[in-house]
């Protein structure tokens, strides 16, 4: 019985200290907490700006490891660099479509 009153007492001592977690949330739930805040935004546009964002969206998504290497307290930095290449990576697919149907012709 005194083994169980000890254990209880330590576990009330330690139950004021975070022994484990996390601090900090991980990169991805930062990003995703961003990117989820933008639900009202992407609602109130129309159907082609609401696509565009959505694309651009899920652009992050697909470099949220990338943008985790990238030291940033401000988590905008590192997506709105992944919207940029996400759009570059578009323009660049578009002129390479543009390039092959010229060589057709």
Sequence with gaps: ????????NMVVCLGQYQLMGRTVPTWRNRVEAELLSLDNYRRALNSVDRKALTR??????????????????????PMLLSMLLECYSKISELENMIENLAAEE
């Design 1 to 8: 019985m005194v083994n169980l009153c000890v254990l209880v």
């Design 56 to 77: 651009l969206i899920n652009g992050v998504r697909n470099r949220r490891t990338a943008g985790g290497m990238l030291p940033a307290h401000d988590s905008w930095k």
